[in-house]
Nanobody, 121 residues
Framework: QVQLVESGGGLVQAGGSLRLSCAAS????????MGWFRQAPGKEREFVAH????????YYGDSVRGRFTISRDNAKNTVYLQMNSLKPEDTAVYYC??????????????WGQGTQVTVSS
């Protein structure tokens, strides 16, 4: 059993920054990945980024590469998503998940409840 809790969402102006956190409890595997996904109204869930718990294999989705940074703090069992240069099209519910990694949602077994990010123009 793994529990994931996202926090840090909110309302921000275009061009601003926000940092999301995802705290994991229960059993986790250092060889597994933490991933960030997002889902805007009327759209499918979209891959944002992933990182292996051990710290390697970082990858970003095309729409956020160069603007977002994923990181982790193993001592706190927490993964972060630093979001810079935010655009209105970044507005979505952001979810963290843990599993085998990659851009497919089917490779992640556990999901958080999501946190809303709204970017105004």
């Amino acid at each position: 059993q793994v529990q994931l809790v996202e926090s840090g969402g909110g309302l921000v102006q275009a061009g601003g920054s926000l940092r999301l956190s995802c705290a994991a409890s229960g059993r986790t595997f250092s060889s597994y990945f933490m991933g960030w996904f997002r889902q805007a109204p009327g759209k499918e869930r979209e891959f944002v980024a992933h990182i292996r718990w051990s710290g390697g294999s970082i990858y970003y989705g095309d729409s956020v590469r160069g603007r977002f940074t994923i990181s982790r703090d193993n001592a706190k069992n927490t993964v972060y998503l630093q979001m810079n240069s935010l655009k209105p099209e970044d507005t979505a519910v952001y979810y963290c998940a843990t599993g085998l990694g990659g851009s497919s949602i089917s490779r992640y077994a556990y999901w958080g409840q999501g946190t809303q990010v709204t970017v105004s123009s």
